[in-house]
Structures are given as C-alpha cells and as structure tokens.
C-alpha cells in the first residue's frame, strides 16, 4: 500500500505530515511513500531530500490523493480535499470531529476511514502517539519565547555596573503539558516563575521544575485529570470567584501572563479579566494560547498582537508550532509513524484496522461507512491517583491518651520479658549439681541479651550504619574477654576462646573494608 501527503492548503500551515526520516521508517513497515511537490519546503525539506529517502515525489494534490492508500496530513481536510478521498481510503489527521460533524458524516458516506490524531485516548500505550501533547508541548515553549521577544527586560536578574536588573515573574495559568513546556522554559531563562492549575495534584511536578505553585484559601473536590483525559474538570462558580480574586491580587506584580487553559469542545474560559489587564505594569505581556477558542483573556483578538492603552502586549497567535515548523513536523511526523505501526501488526505494507484495539478504536471517527465517533470508553482506564484521605487532627488530650496507652503496651511487654528471663534463670539455677561460677556467668549472659535485643531490635532503618560502629566496639570487648580466657588449662576454653578471636577479627577488619569501600563512593577518581 501506498502511504502520501500532500501540501497543507490552510493559509500559514508550515508543518509537513512525512519527514524523510519518517518516510524511511514507513518504508520499513512495508509501505511506499509518497509526496505532493513542496510540501515539505516551509518545513525545511525540499523535494530532493525527499527523494534521497526514496519517497515518490507528485506534482498536484489531485495525483496524491489518486495514488494513496492512506493519506496522513496535519490540519483538517477541507470540503474540496475530502472530496477527493474514495471508498476504501485511509485518512490520518487531526479532525476535531465534534466541531466538524458535517465532515465526519461526509467522510462516512464516501466510504473513507477516518483516524483523528486529536482523539487518540491518553493512556500510557498510546503516548507515542499523542500529538495534542506533542503540539502542546512546542506551543508551551515558544509561548516563552513569543512573550521574551516582546518583553523589554531580561528573564534573569543581573547586577551590572551600569545598574540592578530585576527578573521577570511570569505567571503560567494551566499546568497541563503547553504549561508545563512554559514552566521549565521559563525558569530554564532565570525568570521567576509562578503556577496555577485547578488541579491540586499537579503542585508537586510545578515546584520540581523550580516554579512556585499558587495555592487557593479555598477547597473543592476536584476530579483527577488522569481520569478525564488528562485535562481539568469544570470549576463551581465559587471556586471561579475565588481564582478570579487570587489573579487579581497578583495581576499588579507580574510580567509576563501566559494562559493554557482549555477544556474539550468548550469555549475557553475567561481567567484573565480587563480589570487585571488594566491593573498590569506598561510593558507586561499576556500569551494566550486558548486564543482558538476564544482567549482566557477576553481581550485577545485571534491571530494578532495587540497593544493596550496601559501598554500591555497580548498575542493571541494560534500557529505557534507552525512558527518551529521543522521541530513540529519531526514530532508529528513521528506520532505518524507510530499510529502505522500499531495499524501494521505483521509489518507487511498492509493496513488492520483492528477495532478492538483501544488505541485505533479510541481515535478512529469513521470506518465502514459508519461515523464511530463518539468512542466508547477505553478498556484500559488511565490510572487516577488515590484520593488521600483526610487524617483527623488529634487533639491534645487524645494525643496524651495515645502515648499513655503506648507506655502502658511497653511496660507490660518489657516485664513480661523480664519475668519469663528470670523463671528461665531460676530454672537452670534449680538443676541439681549446677555449679555457683556457671549460674555467675549465665546470669550476665542472659542480662546481655536483653540488653542487646533492646538496644539493636529499637534502632530505626536509618541508623544502622551508626549501629555497625556500635557492633564493632562490642567486637573489641569480645576479642579482649577471648584474649584473657585464651591461657585457660582448658582445652575446650581455649579453642573457644582462639575462635572468638577469630571472629571478632573479622569483624574489625571486614568493617575497615567496608567503610573504605564506601568512601571510595564518593570519591571523583
């Protein structure tokens, strides 16, 4: 079979669905690969690197469209492009079918199989195959570098000799992965960066990218994104309310806004009021990258920069992974490939259209002339974290009555030990013709054991090094008690005497290896 694509026809769409690396993996798989003339260049692959890679290079789309099997581009396919798609074709792209029902149903009633790269579910198998986060995480990143270039200042704050430079403090709304990408570019540029998600669970992977997470005076049970998606869940209006206060209170103090907030086919909502664009310094900048959706600032225009009469910037652009074509169209090029791989189990250049598949089922939104869309739930869910349970508070007096219960356990266990040590003494000691010197001996040996138990059994896991130093000082008594008994007249006395002294050596030496082996850990050389 034939895999091809053609040239984006949307105004300013500067990716490409097939690089020549992954037209060689394709080939790989058992397809041919094919290319419409110049659908490469904007990307920075022309025709003859193309054909290097052993890709068959087409004049016109017509062509293309005539001669694949399946047909992998990246924007939706107009109504003029799917017309020229067939019964029995494959077609690979996004569609956001929710949004192009008409399309969808047209596709269907051709006969053409659809396989929407939007809808592919987000499960751990299917990552290689998620080009929303492959997207996303380019748009998160030039966000940054979007709102750099148009920000007057250094990220990092500097002490010269011509005067103090203070950092930029960019505040990133939505820690999904476009906020995360703007999070570990922002602080990666010395900027002090602050980070907000109605999702309390991303906190953690926020402040181990060196960002500070903005925590709300306000509790709400929220549904963990892992089990919607990945994506935030619809906020009440009280928890609104109160994230809308908490943006304002820092509206006054930051530089640079950038708003990754999106929830499936929903507008975007509005988390960055006129009043807070109004409140900014001269020279802030506001990114906004729901801006396709209708802007989480509401004074976003689409497509465009536009300047403030309080001297605010706010860029609503939408192509941010077309302006780093050549990166974006490697990544989506290669969730491409991936997807053909699942499709091509026996890697034979033939499609399975395996429906039972979670993955192919998930993002497939026409098949057999049938719109499948919406998928049902995957049988794999993603995993959402555990909900933590909310531990009660004691108060001082039930604190007082937990530890009084506790010594009160101990001391009974301990004396307990004691009385059964002392019946197990009085019964040797009652043997008859048991010698006064060996019941001396015995008494201090039983009183050393449970000395020892009480002292090693009690030692926490994260002092047992300090326990070995320990243990090798009891080893020094030892070898000196063996070394005193070892001039005995007693054979028996002696030969045990010679092997305590052994093992006590042992001990002493083995433990300077040990140490020194573990020195020789942190050593460079």
């Known amino acids: 079979m034939k895999i091809g694509t053609p040239k984006e026809v949307m105004k300013g769409e500067a990716r490409v669905a097939m690089t020549p690396d992954s037209a060689r993996q394709l080939q790989k798989l058992g397809y041919d690969c094919i290319i419409e003339s110049?659908?490469?260049?904007?990307?920075?692959?022309?025709?003859?690197?193309?054909?290097?890679?052993?890709?068959?290079?087409?004049?016109?789309?017509?062509?293309?469209?005539?001669?694949?099997?399946?047909?992998?581009?990246?924007?939706?396919?107009?109504?003029?492009e799917l017309k020229k798609s067939r019964d029995g074709q494959l077609l690979i792209s996004f569609f956001y079918p929710a949004q192009n029902e008409k399309l969808m149903q047209q596709a269907a009633d051709q006969g053409t199989s659809v396989i929407a790269m939007d809808m592919v579910p987000r499960i751990s198998r299917a990552q290689k195959m998620d080009a929303l986060s492959s997207m996303a995480n380019i748009a998160g990143y030039r966000a940054v570098i979007e709102a750099g270039n148009n920000f007057g200042r250094f990220f990092t704050g500097q002490i010269t000799a011509a005067g103090k430079v203070p950092p930029a403090k960019v505040l990133v709304v939505g820690a999904g992965v476009a906020g995360l990408a703007a999070i570990g570019t922002s602080t990666s540029l010395g900027a002090i960066t602050y980070a907000f998600d109605v999702r309390p669970e991303v906190a953690e992977q926020v402040e181990s990218m060196g960002a500070e997470f903005v925590f709300l005076d306000f509790e709400e049970e929220q549904q963990d994104g892992a089990s919607t998606g990945g994506y935030a869940s619809?906020?009440?209006?009280?928890?609104?309310?109160?994230?809308?206060?908490?943006?304002?209170?820092?509206?006054?103090?930051?530089?640079?806004?950038?708003?990754?907030?999106?929830?499936?086919?929903?507008?975007?909502?509005?988390?960055?009021?006129?009043?807070?664009?109004?409140?900014?310094?001269?020279?802030?900048?506001?990114?906004?990258?729901?801006?396709?959706?209708?802007?989480?600032?509401?004074?976003?225009?689409?497509?465009?920069?536009?300047?403030?009469?309080?001297?605010?910037?706010?860029?609503?652009?939408?192509?941010?992974?077309?302006?780093?074509?050549t990166q974006s169209s490697n990544l989506y090029a290669?969730?491409?490939?991936?997807?053909?791989?699942?499709?091509?189990?026996?890697?034979?250049?033939?499609?399975?259209?395996?429906?039972?598949?979670?993955?192919?089922?998930?993002?497939?939104?026409?098949?057999?002339?049938?719109?499948?869309?919406?998928?049902?739930?995957?049988?794999?869910?993603?995993?959402?974290?555990?909900?933590?349970e909310k531990v009660k508070e004691l108060t001082a007096e039930e604190k007082r009555e937990q530890e009084v219960a506790a010594f009160k356990a101990q001391t009974k266990q301990q004396v307990t030990l004691v009385g059964v040590g002392a019946a197990l003494v009085l019964g040797v000691g009652l043997i008859p013709g048991m010698p006064a010197s060996f019941m001396q001996h015995f008494i201090v040996f039983v009183l050393s054991v449970f000395i020892g138990f009480q002292v090693i059994w009690n030692v926490a896991h994260s002092l047992h090094t300090p326990l070995m130093a320990v243990t090798n000082a009891i080893s020094s008594i030892i070898i000196l008690g063996a070394l005193i008994q070892i001039g005995s007249s007693s054979l028996l006395i002696t030969l045990l005497a010679a092997l305590g002294i052994f093992m006590a050596s042992v001990n002493i030496f083995g433990g300077f290896l040990v140490t020194r082996r573990m020195l020789a850990m942190f050593q460079k050389s």
């Open 234 to 325: 619809v906020s009440s209006p009280e928890f609104a309310a109160a994230q809308l206060a908490k943006f304002r209170e820092l509206a006054p103090d930051i530089d640079i806004v950038i708003t990754t907030a999106l929830i499936p086919n929903r507008e975007a909502p509005e988390l960055w009021t006129k009043d807070m664009v109004e409140s900014m310094k001269p020279g802030s900048v506001i990114v906004d990258l729901a801006a396709e959706k209708g802007g989480n600032c509401k004074m976003t225009v689409m497509d465009e920069k536009i300047v403030t009469e309080n001297g605010v910037t706010i860029i609503g652009y939408t192509d941010f992974p077309s302006r780093m074509a």
């Open 38 to 80: 110049g659908a490469g260049d904007a990307a920075g692959y022309n025709d003859d690197t193309y054909k290097e890679a052993g890709v068959e290079v087409v004049k016109t789309a017509a062509a293309l469209w005539k001669a694949a099997d399946v047909v992998a581009k990246v924007r939706p396919p107009t109504d003029a």
């Open 334 to 388: 290669t969730n491409i490939r991936h997807m053909m791989t699942d499709l091509t189990p026996e890697k034979d250049g033939q499609v399975v259209q395996n429906m039972e598949d979670d993955v192919i089922r998930g993002a497939t939104i026409a098949h057999e002339k049938a719109v499948t869309f919406p998928p049902p739930p995957p049988k794999v869910q993603a995993i959402a974290a555990k909900p933590k």
